[in-house]
Structure formats: C-alpha cells, structure tokens
T-cell receptor, first 117, second 114 residues
Framework: AQKITQTQPGMFVQEKEAVTLDCTYD???????LFWYKQPSSGEMIFLIY??????QNATEGRYSLNFQKARKSANLVISASQLGDSAMYFC??????????????FGKGTHLIIQP | DAMVIQNPRYQVTQFGKPVTLSCSQT?????MYWYQQKSSQAPKLLFH???????NEADTPDNFQSRRPNTSFCFLDIRSPGLGDAAMYLC?????????????FGPGTRLTVT
C-alpha cells in the first residue's frame, strides 16, 4: 500500500487564487513528520513546510499553510494568493519515527501545479 | 551561497560503463542521502550515511554503491549502469535524523545511459 497518496496529477489555477494540494498518508507509527517540497523544472527540491504528528497547531510559512487532519490522515497544502512562480511539481513526503532515529523521506507521486495569468 | 552541490549536473554514460556521481555540502550536516527519481515519479531513497555509518535501503540494487570519505563529500557509484538506471539522482543532507530535521537537496544529476 502506498504510504503517501497525492490524487491530483495536475492542476491549473488562475493567478492570485488560493490552491489546495491534497495529500493523504498511511502509517501505524504514532510519531511521524510530514513535509511539502516544491520542485521547479530546474530539478532542485525546495522545502516549504513541516508538520509534526504531535503538533497542536497547523503549520504556516508565509503563503503556505498545512491543513492537518490527523484523524483523516490528511495533510493538504494550501497556497494563498498564487503567483506565476508557484508553477512547479509539489511533493508531499513523510518521515516515520520507527521508535528511534528517523531515516529518509517517503514521497508521494507529486502534483504538477500550473498557475495561469 | 551554494549549500548542497552536485557534479556534474548532466552525465551521459554507456551501458555497463561504471559511473560516479558526486555530492558535496557546506552545511557540516551529519546525514547525507541519495535519492533516485525516474521520469514523472517520486524520488526514492537509495541509502544514507549518518556520519560514517552507512544505511542501505532493502530494495536498493547491489549495482549501486556509495562512499563518504569525509563529512563534506558523498559519492554514488553505479557499477554497471543499465538503461533502467537513467534517472535524476538527488543528493540531500540533514543536520540530524530527528523527525523535524529538514532535508536540503542539491540540484540533482541527470543520468543518461546510452
């Protein structure tokens, strides 16, 4: 079973609109971290936002916010006031605690976001 | 300002000819990772080093090896590249391996196998 599911392969959004990118996850570990990364066509993965499984509040970073619904195992990324430069692939990723040190990230398949003028 | 550097950005190799990809970091992070990202797919972790301790993912083919001679450098060696190994190879670092330790990625090396 997939650990990270991103159901939107591609999205077109008008500039200045808000956009929500969906992410659901699957884990039995009570300790985990959820990340969103942006990957422009240049290839570099850029960290956007982090949410810990025990964090009481939803994470926010500038125009990015994370709608964390733990019971539903979802961690949707919300981008407010979208800009042309937001056009990129967006990946949701998870790191599990595994009872001790955490290892690498498990990524979803990504959503290709295109912002239209 | 470069933090995670990968060389070369583009690499072409022949089927079966060994190739080495390199990664260096100026962050002095303890952990270095290698991910493989095939076209239109999610990045997949191959292995990582915590300092000099090597951690291989269970499904990483034996054809892939790695070396970390010091804190700053990490190499990915593909002993006999096949056509299926054509991909973007991403190097990443993190300070530690706690849950909230962000991973910093390099720009990647795009490998073509002819």
């Amino acid at each position: 079973a997939q650990k990270i599911t991103q159901t939107q392969p591609g999205m077109f959004v008008q500039e200045k609109e808000a956009v929500t990118l969906d992410c659901t996850y699957d884990t039995s570990d009570p300790s985990y971290g959820l990340f969103w990364y942006k990957q422009p066509s240049s290839g570099e993965m850029i960290f956007l936002i982090y949410q810990g499984s025990y964090d009481q509040q939803n994470a926010t970073e500038g125009r990015y916010s994370l709608n964390f619904q733990k019971a539903r195992k979802s961690a949707n990324l919300v981008i407010s006031a979208s800009q042309l430069g937001d056009s990129a692939m967006y990946f949701c990723a998870m790191r599990e605690g595994q009872g001790g040190g955490a290892d690498g990230l498990t990524f979803g398949k990504g959503t290709h976001l295109i912002i239209q003028p | 300002d470069a933090m995670v550097i990968q060389n070369p950005r583009y690499q072409v190799t022949q089927f079966g000819k060994p190739v080495t990809l390199s990664c260096s970091q100026t962050l002095n992070h303890n952990v270095m990772y290698w991910y493989q990202q095939k076209s239109s797919q999610a990045p997949k972790l191959l292995f990582h080093y915590y300092d000099k301790d090597f951690n291989n993912e269970a499904d990483t083919p034996d054809n892939f090896q790695s070396r970390r001679p010091n804190t700053s450098f990490c190499f990915l060696d593909i002993r006999s590249p096949g056509l299926g190994d054509a991909a973007m190879y991403l190097c990443a670092t993190s300070r530690e391996t706690t849950l909230r330790d962000e991973q910093y990625f390099g720009p990647g090396t795009r490998l073509t196998v002819t």
